[in-house]
């Protein structure tokens, strides 16, 4: 029988598989993650990471280092313009990475109105009913509930958004375009998803005192930080032109096809040990995938999938028969693909799936696992089992102990036996 099989059965089909080929440097997640492009005339403060081996990277600005956060990867080093301003203690960090999809704003359905706020306008909106709005020239904030709308336009006014259900939820937005122009606030009340075809930003966007409140992510159209704008939070924008001109500044994580940044414009890594939005987090699950590969290389492949915002880690074993070590790997991989997603991630939750496949010959059925585990569980065993209060402690003491290993997988198994 496979190894897996004495573990539990359970068959579950995984959406496509999104699979990054090779790690970031000491589990630090960058400023900036760029596939095509970068033309930096601006400042980054942070790690810089291309995705792949001919990403372009351009420009005299300057890149600076923050702790613990690689610099440049080292193909992209060999290939920044002369006179790039780059810290001589830069790390170095291997190429190539898939990036999450965004998929577009959803069409609005039935019958709707444009809605235009100004000086002297009523507050008091049925918004199931509105499509456009546009909200200028007020003194009092004007709070937008979640949902889907069209084009959003801010000037000289002040939008709140967050209007979750429940305070720990992050409310969702979807707008066809957003336009805040000078003068023009979106605040955030709580943690929110917004999703948009394009962003002209002139003003401010998220909280300055928590830029892990905002996960913004673009479909297909530019993002455009004008002079002087202000945007703290994480872009996701992986199709997408980002382009910040003079005096724009950015606190936050950016991801982008192509990004450019003017003399005098900058991106800042916000102060925190862990990134809040989907972007930050998935490349977080990505670094920790590639930490699994190395230490199951040969026993088992570890590609990741991203289901609703929730990532599944899929094992898929190489058996060795007669291996008298199979069992203890089977285990040492169910937990490698734990800490793969909440070592560093802030995702709530997580769906494991081993799957062994035995040889031709023996004409066998595979065998599947499906775990769900919550961050909640993962950090509570971690910790009571190894004794230390700091999670990446924890994580490292386990990982040395095969008796820890064996009873880390027995109790996260035991609801599916």
Same mark, same amino acid.
């Given at each position: 029988?496979?190894?897996?099989?004495?573990?539990?059965?359970?068959?579950?089909?995984?959406?496509? #598989?999104?699979?990054?080929?090779?790690?970031?440097?000491?589990?630090?997640?960058?400023?900036?993650?760029?596939?095509?492009?970068?033309?930096?005339?601006?400042?980054?403060?942070?790690?810089?990471?291309? $995705?792949? #081996?001919? $990403?372009?990277?351009?420009?005299?600005?300057?890149?600076?280092? %923050?702790?613990?956060?690689?610099?440049?990867?080292?193909?992209?080093?060999?290939?920044?313009?002369?006179?790039?301003?780059?810290?001589?203690?830069?790390?170095?960090?291997?190429?190539?990475?898939?990036?999450?999809?965004?998929?577009?704003?959803?069409?609005?359905?039935?019958?709707?109105?444009?809605?235009?706020?100004?000086?002297?306008?009523?507050?008091?909106?049925?918004?199931?009913?509105?499509? +456009?709005?546009?909200?200028?020239?007020?003194?009092?904030?004007?709070?937008?509930? %979640? =949902?889907?709308?069209?084009?959003?336009?801010?000037? +000289?006014?002040?939008?709140?958004?967050?209007?979750?259900?429940?305070?720990?939820?992050?409310?969702?937005?979807?707008? /066809? /375009?957003?336009?805040?122009?000078?003068?023009?606030?979106?605040?955030?009340?709580?943690?929110?998803?917004?999703?948009? =075809?394009?962003?002209?930003?002139?003003?401010?966007?998220?909280?300055?005192?928590?830029?892990?409140?905002? +996960?913004?992510?673009?479909?297909?159209? $530019?993002?455009?930080?004008?002079? *002087?704008?202000?945007?703290?939070?994480?872009?996701?924008?992986?199709?997408?032109?980002?382009?910040?001109?003079?005096?724009?500044?950015?606190? =936050? &994580?950016?991801?982008?096809?192509?990004?450019?940044?003017?003399?005098?414009?900058?991106?800042?890594?916000? %102060?925190?040990?862990?990134?809040?939005?989907?972007?930050?987090?998935?490349?977080?699950?990505?670094?920790?995938?590639?930490?699994?590969?190395?230490?199951?290389?040969?026993?088992?492949?570890?590609?990741?999938?991203?289901? +609703?915002?929730?990532?599944?880690?899929? &094992?898929?074993?190489?058996?060795?028969?007669?291996?008298?070590?199979?069992?203890?790997?089977?285990?040492?991989?169910?937990?490698?693909?734990?800490?793969?997603?909440?070592?560093?991630?802030?995702?709530?939750?997580? /769906?494991?799936?081993?799957?062994? $496949?035995?040889?031709?010959?023996?004409?066998?059925?595979?065998?599947?696992?499906?775990? %769900?585990?919550?961050?909640?569980?993962?950090?509570?065993?971690?910790?009571?089992?190894?004794?230390?209060?700091?999670?990446?402690?924890?994580?490292?003491?386990?990982?040395?102990?095969?008796?820890? #290993?064996?009873?880390?997988?027995?109790?996260?198994? *035991?609801?599916?036996?």
């Amino acid at each position: 029988m496979c190894v897996l099989a004495h573990l539990s059965m359970r068959i579950v089909f995984i959406a496509t #598989v999104l699979a990054a080929t090779v790690p970031l440097l000491d589990g630090a997640t960058p400023t900036v993650v760029v596939r095509d492009r970068l033309d930096n005339f601006g400042k980054i403060s942070g790690g810089v990471r291309a $995705t792949k #081996v001919e $990403t372009e990277i351009r420009g005299t600005g300057q890149l600076t280092e %923050s702790a613990r956060r690689p610099l440049v990867s080292a193909d992209a080093a060999a290939r920044l313009s002369p006179g790039t301003s780059v810290e001589p203690t830069a790390a170095v960090a291997p190429a190539e990475m898939l990036l999450p999809g965004v998929f577009a704003p959803r069409a609005l359905v039935g019958a709707r109105r444009p809605l235009v706020l100004g000086p002297g306008a009523r507050a008091s909106v049925d918004w199931t009913e509105v499509s +456009d709005c546009s909200v200028e020239g007020r003194s009092a904030p004007v709070t937008l509930p %979640s =949902g889907s709308y069209r084009n959003l336009i801010v000037r +000289d006014a002040t939008v709140v958004l967050g209007a979750a259900s429940r305070a720990e939820e992050s409310a969702r937005y979807e707008f /066809s /375009s957003l336009v805040v122009g000078s003068g023009g606030r979106v605040e955030l009340s709580g943690p929110v998803t917004l999703v948009c =075809g394009g962003l002209d930003l002139a003003g401010s966007l998220g909280e300055a005192s928590n830029p892990g409140r905002l +996960d913004l992510r673009v479909s297909r159209g $530019t993002v455009i930080l004008r002079e *002087r704008a202000r945007l703290f939070g994480e872009i996701l924008a992986p199709e997408s032109l980002v382009t910040l001109e003079a005096g724009a500044r950015v606190v =936050g &994580l950016v991801v982008a096809a192509r990004l450019g940044l003017a003399a005098g414009s900058e991106i800042e890594s916000p %102060s925190v040990d862990r990134i809040a939005g989907f972007a930050g987090s998935y490349l977080a699950v990505q670094e920790g995938a590639a930490i699994a590969r190395a230490r199951l290389v040969h026993h088992f492949g570890v590609s990741t999938a991203f289901v +609703d915002d929730i990532p599944q880690v899929v &094992l898929n074993e190489t058996p060795v028969p007669g291996d008298p070590a199979a069992q203890h790997r089977a285990k040492e991989a169910i937990f490698e693909a734990c800490a793969a997603v909440f070592a560093q991630s802030r995702f709530p939750r997580a /769906s494991i799936l081993a799957s062994t $496949t035995a040889p031709a010959r023996e004409r066998a059925a595979r065998t599947d696992l499906k775990l %769900s585990v919550t961050a909640a569980q993962f950090e509570h065993l971690a910790r009571s089992l190894s004794g230390r209060t700091e999670l990446a402690a924890a994580i490292e003491a386990i990982r040395g102990n095969p008796l820890l #290993v064996n009873l880390f997988a027995l109790e996260v198994t *035991r609801s599916v036996r």
